[in-house]
């Protein structure tokens, strides 16, 4: 069983900065990509950053530029830095791994954490 735990969410005003982490535990070969997900309230689920296990990176167009994706391989855990933060970042913020053993893989989700930006 894999458990992704994920902490650093919080109240932080317009123009503030965060850090998520997302560690990952259980019985773990290795993990291939690692992602951001976040979700507004009446909105889908929408991808913010994913990281390879190499170390490549995408980001979604709204967050490009503020926010950084990065992860400790030996920790198995997955950053997100998040800087000049918006009202419209509020969100629940989720991590999900794609946990490989052998030559199979399966997708884990965290539970989310809260993420509000206001005056």
């Not at 950053?49 to 997955?78: C, E, H, L, P, Q």
């Not at 053993?101 to 989310?112: A, D, I, K, L, T």
């Amino acid at each position: 069983q894999v458990q992704l735990v994920e902490s650093g969410g919080g109240l932080v005003k317009p123009g503030g900065s965060l850090r998520l982490s997302c560690a990952a535990s259980g019985s773990i070969d290795r993990i291939n990509t690692m992602r951001w997900f976040r979700q507004a309230p009446g909105k889908e689920r929408e991808l913010v950053a994913a990281i390879t296990s190499g170390g490549s990176t995408n980001y979604a167009d709204s967050v490009k530029g503020r926010f950084t994706i990065s992860r400790d391989n030996a920790k198995n855990t997955v950053y997100l830095q998040m800087n000049s933060l918006k009202p419209e970042d509020t969100a629940v913020y989720y991590c999900n791994a794609d946990v490989a053993w052998g030559r199979y893989e399966y997708r884990y989700w965290g539970q989310g954490t809260q993420v509000t930006v206001s005056s």
